[in-house]
C-alpha cells in the first residue's frame, strides 16, 4: 500500500482521492520511460535568397513534416504531440508549429506549440517533447524547427509604427485634418525600415564580435580557424560524395543537393579573405569561411516511448539519456554555452570526454568552437568557472563534426538540432560507437548539451 503521512511530514491525506492520485504517481515513477530518438529528416539546407526563396517557414516545415512520415511510414494520426522551433517568425504564424502542422495533414486534435531559443530552438523542440513522454503525457512526438532568411520579416522603424498608430486615432472630419494630423505625427525623419540583424539585444553587439573577441582570449588564431573552416567543408563534401546523408535529407524537387558546402575550397583561398567583423588591428579574425552562413531549411524528427515504438515496429537509432539548458553572462561569454554545458552534462551523467565516441558541436563560427575545445582543456577556466580542480580535457579533432557543420552545410537557427542529433545518432551506428555528446550555443548567453546512447540493433 501506500503510506498516508506524506513524506514524513505531519500531514494526512483526508480523502481516499489523494491515495489514489499518489497510487497512480507511484507507478508512473516506479515504470521508467524510456526516450528513443526513431527517425529524423531534413530539406536540403540553401544559401538564403536562392532554392527557397518563395516559399514561407510554414511551407519549408510542411515540406520536412511530410518527409519525415513518408520516411517512417507513419501515419500523422498516431503523433500525440508536436513541437517546432523558429526564431525569425512571419506575426500570420506565430505558432508554426500548429500552422504548419495543419498544412501538413497533421490531424487538428494534436495539440501543438512553437519554442524559440536561438540556434537551440529544435534542440528545445526535441527535449520538451522528451519531457512530455517521460510525464506520460505523450507517447510519440514529432520535433523540428525551421528558420528562412530569404522571407524575414521587415518592420517600418519605431517612430514611424508609434507615429502612424497617433495618425489613425485623430479625429478627422475633411482633409484638412488628415493634413495636419499627418504632419502633427509623422516626421520626415522618421520614414524609413527595420530588417533583422544578428545583433544581442542586451548587448547590442553582433555576435560575429563576441565570437571574435572570444578567439583573442582562448588564443585561436586565424589560421586555426581558416584550417577547421576549410575541414568542415570537405568532410561535409565527402559525406555527401560518399552517399553519407542520402537517407538524412528529403530531396526538394528530385535533389539533395545543398548548395552551401564548398568542397574546392583552399586554405590560399580562404586566407585572402578580409576579417568581416572586426579590424585585424584590433584582434579581427573570422571571415565570411569561418561563419556560418544565413541558411533556409527545416527538419523533423519523431521520437517515442522505447515500449510504443517496439509495440509499432520500429528500431530506434538512439536512447536519449540527458540533457540540460545552461545560461551565462552574454558579455563575456555570449558562446561558451557549449562548454558551460558539457561541464554540467558530464557531471549529470557521471561520464567523460573520453567515454564519447562520437561528438558533434554547433559551428556557429570556427573561432567559437575551437574556443569552447581551448577552455574544456583549460585547467584554470575549468577552475574558475566549474569550481573543477582540474580541467575537463581535450575533444579529439577527429571525433568532432566527422562529416562536416553548421559552417558548410548551413544553419537555418532553428532547424540545426535536429541535424545535430540524427548525424550524431547515425555515426553511433557506423562507427559502433556507445555514447554520443552533442553540444550548441545560442544568442543570449544560452548553451545545450545532450548525450545519447546507441540502441542495440
Not at 96 to 107: K, Q, T, V
Not at 170 to 189: E, H, S
Not at 280 to 295: D, K, N, Q, R
Not at 350 to 366: N, Q, S
Request: hydrophobic letters at 40%; glycine letters at 8%; a positive charge.
Amino acid at each position: 500500500g501506500i503510506n498516508a503521512e506524506y513524506m514524513g511530514t505531519a500531514h494526512h491525506f483526508k480523502t481516499s482521492a489523494d491515495i489514489i492520485i499518489m497510487r497512480v504517481a507511484s507507478k508512473r515513477l516506479a515504470a521508467a520511460r524510456n526516450v528513443v530518438f526513431v527517425e529524423g529528416t531534413r530539406i536540403p539546407f540553401s544559401a538564403s535568397g536562392t532554392t527557397y526563396k518563395k516559399l514561407m517557414a510554414a511551407d519549408l516545415s510542411k515540406l520536412a513534416m511530410e518527409g519525415i512520415y513518408q520516411k517512417m511510414k507513419l501515419h500523422p494520426s498516431k503523433i500525440d504531440y508536436l513541437t517546432w522551433g523558429q526564431v525569425s517568425q512571419e506575426i500570420r504564424t506565430s505558432n508554426i508549429a500548429r500552422e504548419a502542422g495543419n498544412m501538413a495533414g497533421i490531424p487538428v486534435t494534436v495539440p501543438s506549440h512553437t519554442v524559440t531559443m536561438a540556434c537551440i530552438g529544435a534542440n528545445q523542440a526535441i527535449t520538451t517533447g522528451a519531457e512530455k513522454i517521460i510525464a506520460g503525457q505523450a507517447n510519440i512526438v514529432m520535433a523540428g524547427g525551421v528558420e528562412t532568411f530569404s522571407d524575414v520579416p521587415i518592420r517600418l522603424n519605431r517612430n514611424l509604427r508609434l507615429g502612424l498608430l497617433a495618425f489613425n486615432r485623430t479625429k478627422q472630419k475633411n482633409l484638412l485634418d488628415t493634413i495636419k494630423a499627418f504632419r502633427k505625427n509623422i516626421q520626415l525623419k522618421d520614414l524609413g525600415i527595420e530588417t533583422p540583424a544578428i545583433r544581442n539585444f542586451t548587448t547590442d553587439e553582433v555576435m560575429g564580435n563576441s565570437s571574435d573577441r572570444l578567439a583573442q582570449r582562448f588564443g585561436v588564431s586565424r589560421a586555426d580557424q581558416d584550417l577547421f573552416a576549410y575541414n568542415s567543408h570537405t568532410r561535409a563534401a565527402k559525406a555527401h560524395k560518399d552517399g553519407l546523408y542520402d537517407n538524412e535529407i528529403t530531396p526538394y524537387e528530385g535533389s539533395i543537393h545543398e548548395n552551401l558546402i564548398k568542397g574546392d575550397s583552399t586554405l590560399e583561398k580562404m586566407a585572402k579573405l578580409k576579417p568581416s567583423f572586426r579590424k585585424v588591428e584590433i584582434g579581427g579574425t573570422h571571415t565570411a569561411a569561418s561563419s556560418s552562413p544565413l541558411t533556409d531549411g527545416a527538419a523533423a524528427s519523431v521520437i517515442m516511448e522505447e515500449e510504443t515504438c517496439k509495440k509499432m515496429g520500429y528500431v530506434p537509432k538512439t536512447y536519449i539519456r540527458y540533457w540540460n539548458y545552461t545560461a551565462m553572462d552574454p558579455f563575456n561569454d555570449l558562446l561558451l554555452g557549449p562548454a558551460y554545458s558539457i561541464n554540467k552534462i558530464l557531471t549529470q551523467s557521471g561520464l567523460t570526454l573520453k567515454d564519447m565516441d562520437v561528438i558533434e558541436i554547433h559551428e556557429a563560427f570556427a573561432g567559437q568552437v575551437l574556443s569552447n575545445v581551448a577552455a574544456l582543456d583549460s585547467t584554470d577556466f575549468c577552475k574558475e568557472a566549474f569550481g573543477r580542480s582540474e580541467k575537463i580535457g581535450a575533444i579529439p579533432l577527429d571525433k568532432l563534426n566527422a562529416h562536416g557543420g553548421s559552417l558548410s552545410i548551413g544553419h537555418p537557427f532553428s532547424a540545426t538540432g535536429v541535424r545535430l542529433m540524427l548525424t550524431a545518432s547515425n555515426r553511433l551506428h557506423r562507427e559502433n560507437g556507445r555514447f554520443a555528446l552533442i553540444a550548441a550555443c545560442a544568442d543570449g548567453g544560452l548553451g545545450h548539451a545532450c548525450i545519447i546512447e546507441r540502441y542495440p540493433q
